[in-house]
């Protein structure tokens, strides 16, 4: 995705003040009881990397030096010579875990390669766990017989794509989820009662509760009946929050531990028999199912999120600066079309319109370029992700963390609707997959390869993983990585997850 920077925006200023702590989870960093298996990471002289029983997640160093590293997900079981490998941009070897090995949770493939050239090392990252949530004591004041307190389990996918850097991939791979289980504790005797959720939790000791209502303001006829809130509202407000509270603390740690960049993160929770898909970027997902195609999750780009973008623009003009105007244009306004009409469009507008050109017209307009060539602030080409707090405009100190968003748009399957079969699958790609590679092409390899293999083979999700990178990959040529119909493979980092649909065993 580094393509998707300009080269120029290596202008990190640090930014004044971060947001101000929350509280955390003992789970979560900072603490001494949080823990996590060493990545494979590969120093002047690599050393094995180790993987615990049940981490499936890659875990940085605790030193700057070591984060600064090459590192690869733990699952891979990289060898030294397969983290050099996994490194050299001549031969880009594709990486999965190996066959011998401990297998993916639900029988997940996965399957990566690196990138021809335009960064120093991928800065894709990848994580898969099954993730245990132990509900807060005394979380609705019920009173519950002990046997019933029971606590939750989900399965969790992300891939991270980082840009201008893999510090903020490397970090969310290691902290989403625990952020993920943190939310969710609240959650877990209320997720598991049959009844619909409750208004509010019960306060803590020292809160002082209100019941008088008179303080409120107008006729209590002007308020409507409560609103339905599903169990399933609940875990998406559960993963949006953590996301935020993800970002929050790449903003607070980005000095000390070198937190570089930002990164797109594309992330599955599977609970009580609902995937919910949440992704902040460019990566996509989508199910194949029984041929069918269906999208689970959407870009985020200039292009897709303009309107939104403009109307921060319009609303807070003090983030444009003297440099940057809301509107948008065909193309760059010259001087000599000042008083002339030309055709613009504001943040209200899915048409085009004519405008006389003024003399703040002349400015650089906050969303140009088309395609993979949109930019915001003439620096970045995606809208939504994880850190970037340091990112500015080129030779400018106007930031533009104001305009990206960490919030994840979140779709939902629910797997207890229909049944499936064993070719049924979710594919998660990064965008070097989805840049060469469109949703018919990726449910066609889908049928070809899983058709070749026995249904009960739990080999045959890697295989179609190692197919998909393959194929967007391409072959070295002497004009470079070569599709089979002699048009550019991707060379960016590639990284895809193939998730079976039939999963672990019953759904119930």
Known sequence: MLNRVR?????????????????????????????????????????????RPGNWSGAPAKTSEARARFSRPTFLQLSPGGLRRADDHAGRAVQSPPDTGRRLPWSTG????????????NEDQACCEVVYVEGRRNVTGASREPSSSQGLCFYYWGLFDGHAGG?????????????IREQLKDLV????????????????????????????????????????????????????????FMDEQMAQERRGHQVEGGCCALVVVYLLGKMYVANAGDSRAIIVRNGEIIPMSREFTPETERQ?????????????????????????VQPKELGQKMLYRDQNMTGWAYKKIELEDLRFPLVCGEGKKARVMATIGVTRGLGDHNLKVCSSTLPIKPFLSCFPEVRVYDLTQYEHCPDDVLVLGTDGLWDVTNDCEVAATVDRVLSAYEPNDPSRYTALAQALVLGARGIPRDRGWRLPNNKLGSGDDISVFVIPLGGPGSYS
């Open 308 to 332: 939104r973008l403009q109307l921060l623009g319009f609303l807070k003009p003090e983030l444009l600066g003297s440099e940057f105007t809301h509107l948008e244009f065909p193309r760059r």
């Open 167 to 179: 510090g903020a991939a490397e970090m969310a791979s290691r902290l989403l989820h625990r952020h």
């Open 110 to 121: 996965y399957a990566e390669v690196i990138n021809a050239g335009k960064s120093r090392h």
């Open 189 to 244: 005797e209320i997720l598991q009662d049959p009844l619909p959720p409750p208004l509010c939790l019960p306060s803590t000791q020292g809160t002082p509760s209100f019941s008088d209502s008179s303080h409120l303001v107008g006729p209590q006829s002007c308020w409507s009946p409560q609103k339905e809130v599903t169990h399933e509202s609940l875990v998406v407000g559960a993963i949006e929050n953590a996301f935020q």
């Open 7 to 51: 080269s120029a925006v290596a202008h990190l200023v640090s930014s004044g003040g971060a947001p101000s702590p929350r509280p955390k989870s003992p789970d979560l960093p900072n603490s001494p009881s949080s823990t996590s298996a060493p990545p494979a990471v590969a120093p002047e002289a690599p050393k094995s990397p180790s993987a």
